[in-house]
């Protein structure tokens, strides 16, 4: 089932955007087309974001520059961006779009299956992180108010709360076989 996060289309030709959005369609998520980097700014500042297609060239805010300025910001830091290029890959291009940190750049026209490949990957790539963020956060959480009265050994926040201990290691399997035989012999 697609997330609720857009993948955001940015190019300043209207066909390329067409293309681009007709080649994402199956995918099933939510698109959102704007042509240029100014709009694409301000569409990522409102949230709800999973990927950026982007184009280099642009009139206003080159790609490069959008780049820059989201891995700026925390909450866009992480954002999966695949740039796009309609005049080669030179090896300049190429340092100074991995030096920001993309996840690809690719030369146009783009093939619509590699694309779509791709897109999925660092979508749901993107999409899992957060929800492992979600859950540390969540962990963090059980720990910080894992000092509660009448929590048993059974609790699983005091087991999360010993493990978080810096001298705390991972039971075995060994360990957790002792203390059934020990729960056992107490029965």
Do not use: N
């Amino acid at each position: 089932m697609p997330s609720d996060a857009r993948i955001l289309i940015v190019d300043d030709h209207r066909d390329t955007r067409y293309a681009l959005e007709s080649a994402l369609a199956p995918l099933g998520h939510r698109l959102c087309c704007v042509a240029g980097g100014d709009e694409a700014l301000k569409e990522v500042l409102r949230g709800r974001v999973g990927l950026v297609l982007l184009d280099v060239c642009m009139p206003d805010v080159g790609g490069l520059d959008v780049v820059r300025y989201l891995r700026r910001l925390e909450q866009t830091q992480h954002i999966p961006v695949v740039l796009l290029t309609g005049f080669g890959l030179d090896p300049a291009l190429t340092a100074a779009a991995f030096d920001l940190g993309v996840a690809d750049l690719l030369p146009k026209p783009v093939d619509p299956g590699s694309l779509r490949t791709k897109v999925r990957y660092l979508y749901d790539a993107h999409q899992r992180r957060l929800a492992l963020e979600r859950e540390v956060r969540g962990l963090r959480a059980l720990v910080e108010a894992g000092t509660a009265p009448g929590r048993g050994p059974d609790d699983p926040r005091t087991a999360v709360q010993a493990l978080s201990r810096p001298d705390a290691r991972v039971p075995t399997q060994r360990d957790a076989a002792r203390r059934d035989a020990e729960r056992r012999d107490t029965v």
